[in-house]
């Protein structure tokens, strides 16, 4: 660059800076002048970020020509490259996207009156979620009733196989019951027994590698496993109990692996016990599921310990324990170091004296009796180790499905109810069943107890409860996080897949995709031509008001368009038509205001004096028109079907949107042009 004379390159490199300054001084004058650019500047900028909403591509193509001619091209940090602007897909409608509209009478002649309603409702509820595993993203299923027959109709957009839309909607609701799969209880066939043993036969084969590299090789890897107790791993404890003197690292089977085991130190400096334990947990404890408050089970304890015994602990323990595994094993915790326990519990345990049974210790699990049986010296060894795990029926055969069926199903049930937990408060869903699934559930919860079961819904887990004990009054209960409604709308799916609602198809209309973008581009072809014909006339008639408004009307149209996605609006012809009328009658405002203000100058007045006062001359007869088309599309999506509800609600949102373009944008407009355009009295008249 060559300087002129007596600048400097300082002078030239603050240029920019200098120019910004300016422009902000000028946005910033606190006069009303300063305020209007403020408010011109605000617009435009909420235009861009709207405009590159409604047509991403425009920024992203600018922004890829920037990344692959400055950034790349200079070879400039991964920084400064711009990202793609947020791209929200336009959702269309049935009509503009094609898909499948079919129309269902259900028969409920079998149904009393009063439950006809509810049990229809359960019907479209079941019908919509089975509609969305089409991946269908709006579905609309309605109900509606004509004399004394009930219709459901469907729309699915975008869906093309009708046929498996049909019959998945046609079904039944399903209701199962469901208990845990237990894999391990499964044969192997005698291919897969012949392919685990192959793989097991391989992995000792690689653990004896490993010893050879062990013996030989003082580089060797190994995982220390520090001081193991006969409690943590009782078949490594037992062989470095046995091999106290053994100094070579040997090749030791356990049930999952083959170890390749070193033994470095023998340790007999702790102690441990063995004791058993009754628990009975309260609300609020970890993993509880007991109603029981606190105190409730404060004093259930202190009754228990007075009939306890050494001779009956075992037997009160699978009684009344709510430990889990209290059932099976009589509460009996084996050996244990004080470390392995939570320290409450393991406090009370350790100052006992062996064959003393303790009075109630809180622990975060709740309230426990404590029957210490015996004591010892803790002997740990440290031990390294290399593992080789051992082939399981997993690696040989597919994962099975973690639930099997019990028979138990939706055809059982004689009713759902919703019902209140009387000493929570909650809603719960109850639910009889008849004399085949009476018998049935007794059998489940029997097998089940301390067991998972899982109600499924049309093959979705909606509660997965933990069987206490065998239910044999043929009644079962659903509780669940949820409020009353949800409560009520769980009974109502219930219902309908204990009491069917036979449906029938009447009619199936298939619009195709072709169709469907003829009639958009058609669509989008007259909403143009429309607004061309506004703009030539606002023009042609107002002049630089014209002018002004028709750039107003393009900011308007964008907003819409803006608000179309972030509210994932569903576009349908009808929706469309909204928004070319909605165009006009933001067109309409404008005319009332530029009339006044033609009135406010033809009497003298000044340019900025007449566009004030033309606009609060306007605002009446503006508000009262717009209020009174808001009314019409409230009333129109109320009572009416769903293609109006889409011209409604189009059309309300371009009525919302128009106010806001014709009172501020084009005000702002008039205001920031008004010193120029003062001079030139032409441009108004």
Excluded at 601 to 628: C, Q, V
Aim: net charge neutral.
């Amino acid at each position: 660059m060559t300087q002129r004379p007596g600048r400097s390159f300082f002078y030239y490199f603050s240029l920019p800076f200098a120019w910004i300054g300016k422009a902000l001084s000028w946005l910033a004058k606190p006069t009303q002048r300063g305020k209007t650019r403020w408010a011109v500047f605000a617009v435009l900028a909420l235009t861009a970020l709207t405009g590159f909403l409604s047509y991403p591509q425009a920024w992203n193509r600018g922004a890829d020509f920037y990344n692959a001619k400055v950034v790349d091209a200079l070879k400039l940090p991964g920084g400064f490259k711009l990202p793609h602007y947020w791209n929200v897909p336009f959702k269309l409608g049935l009509d503009l996207q094609g898909g499948t509209h079919l129309v269902y009478e259900a028969d409920t002649k079998d149904i009393p009156d009063s439950e006809r309603a509810g049990a229809l409702e359960g019907v479209r509820d079941v019908i919509e979620r089975r509609v969305n595993a089409f991946g269908v993203s709006e579905p609309i299923v309605q109900t509606n009733k004509a004399g004394d027959r009930w219709r459901i109709i469907v729309e699915l957009a975008g869906v093309r196989d009708v046929r498996d839309a049909i019959r998945m909607i046609g079904e039944t609701p399903i209701l199962e019951f469901k208990e845990e799969n237990k894999v391990e209880d499964i044969p192997l066939t005698a291919e897969e027994q012949k392919k685990l043993t192959a793989l097991n036969v391989e992995a000792k084969a690689k653990a004896n590698a490993a010893l050879k590299t062990a013996v030989s090789s003082a580089s060797t890897t190994w995982e220390n496993l520090g001081l193991v107790s006969e409690a943590a791993s009782p078949e490594l404890w037992k062989w470095a109990d046995t091999h106290k003197n053994v100094k070579t690292p040997q090749l030791v089977e356990t049930a999952d692996a083959w170890n390749v085991v070193r033994l470095n130190a023998r340790d007999a400096t702790g102690m441990e016990i063995k004791a058993s334990h009754i628990l009975i947990c309260f609300e609020g404890a970890n993993g509880c599921e007991e109603p029981l408050t606190k105190e409730q089970a404060l004093e259930q304890i202190t009754k228990l310990r007075a009939e306890l015994t050494p001779e009956n602990f075992a037997e009160k323990a699978k009684a009344y324990s709510t430990d889990p595994t209290a059932a099976t094993n009589g509460g009996d915790l084996g050996w244990f170091a004080r470390e392995t326990m939570v320290k409450e519990f393991a406090d009370a345990a350790f100052d006992m004296k062996k064959g003393e049974i303790s009075s109630a210790v809180e622990s975060p699990f709740g309230w426990h009796l404590i029957y210490k049986t015996d004591e010892r010296t803790l002997v740990r060894y440290d031990l390294d180790v290399m593992r080789t795990l051992k082939a399981t029926a997993a690696d040989v055969r597919p994962p099975a499905d973690p639930w099997k069926n019990t028979g138990l199903s939706g055809k059982h049930v004689r009713r759902a109810q919703v019902e209140f937990d009387p000493t929570s408060g909650q809603p719960m869903v109850t639910l009889a069943f008849n004399d085949e699934g009476k018998q049935l559930f007794a059998e489940i919860t029997k097998r089940n107890i301390q067991q998972l079961v899982a109600i499924y819904l049309d093959g979705e887990a909606i509660s997965i409860p933990r069987v206490q004990q065998e239910i044999s009054e043929g009644t079962a209960v659903i509780s669940g996080d949820f409020d009353f409604k949800e409560a009520k709308l769980l009974a109502q799916r219930l219902n309908a897949g204990a009491l069917p609602v036979p449906i029938q198809l009447l009619s199936q209309q298939t619009i195709g995709a072709s169709l469907g973008q003829d009639s958009l581009a058609k669509s989008l072809h007259a909403g143009l031509i429309g607004f061309l014909i506004v703009v030539a006339f606002m023009i042609l008639y107002y002049r630089l008001p014209g002018v002004l408004a028709s750039i107003a009307l393009g900011m308007y149209t964008v907003f819409l368009l803006a608000v179309f996605k972030l509210w994932g609006i569903t576009l349908t012809l009808s929706g469309i038509a909204g928004v070319i009328l909605s165009i006009g009658m933001a067109v309409d405002a404008n005319i009332l205001i530029f009339e006044r203000m033609r009135e406010e100058l033809k009497n003298g007045r000044p340019l900025d004096s007449a566009i004030t006062e033309g606009f609060k001359r306007a605002w009446t007869s503006i508000y009262d028109s717009n209020i009174s088309s808001l009314i019409t599309c409230a009333i129109l999506y109320s009572f009416t079907s769903s293609s109006v509800r889409g011209f409604a609600v189009t059309l309300a949102l371009g009525i919302l949107i128009s106010m806001f373009s014709a009172i501020t944008v084009t005000r702002t407009l008039l205001r920031l042009v008004a010193p120029w355009a003062s001079k030139h009295s032409w441009l108004f008249k």
